[in-house]
């Protein structure tokens, strides 16, 4: 920054810069304190991670299939049994 003869010049130069420096330090601070609450928000939800989700999706399935694979094994049993 180039210095100036004038001493209210420089001055005002000087009260921009340290504005500038103090604006950026309380965006800092904001930011810090935001993503400590989301991470805190998160954290307090119980997310489950995707990768329980698919695996529980999975295991649902299976039984689904499972359960209908019986369902009609039994109706084939009880069709059988009948005079």
């Known amino acids: 920054m180039a210095q100036t003869d004038n001493p209210f010049l ?3 130069a000087k ?5 500038a420096g103090m604006a950026q330090g309380v965006r800092t601070e904001i930011d810090t ?3 400590q ?3 805190r928000l998160v954290a307090d939800m119980d997310f489950v991670p ?3 989700f698919e695996a529980v ?6 039984a689904r299939a499972e359960n209908e694979a019986l369902a009609a094994r039994i109706a084939a049993l009880e069709a ?3 005079p």
């Open 57 to 62: 999706k999975a295991m649902a399935a299976k």
């Open 50 to 52: 995707r990768e329980e």
């Open 10 to 12: 420089d001055g005002l």
């Open 37 to 39: 609450r989301l991470e």
């Open 80 to 82: 059988a049994s009948k």
């Open 33 to 35: 304190f935001v993503k």
């Open 15 to 19: 009260a921009f810069t340290d504005a």
